[in-house]
């Protein structure tokens, strides 16, 4: 894993926000609407976290009819917990 990946992780996981969304996408895919509303966030919110989630690599989405459907891109997630464990954390 190199070092621009371990950033983009941590950058992913630095919100308590976003940490929810990844706990909730490993119970499985989810639209914007169900993580809007277990999470109880608006949607401009969810949307600018969503973003990072994406730009770091963490999740993914797909588009189904109008909505978005996202899911965690559990190898990223497998890559940055193997470098977590490396250190003793």
Known sequence: ???????????????????????????????????????NVSQPVLSRHLAVLRETGLVEDRKAGQQR????????????TKWLRQLGA
């Open 1 to 39: 894993m190199s070092d621009a990946d371990r950033a983009d992780g941590f950058r992913g996981l630095s919100h308590p926000l976003r940490r929810k969304v990844l706990s909730l996408l490993a119970k499985g895919d989810c639209t914007v609407t169900a993580l809007q509303e277990a999470l």
């Open 69 to 80: 459907i996202y899911r965690l891109r559990r190898p990223a997630v497998r890559r940055l």
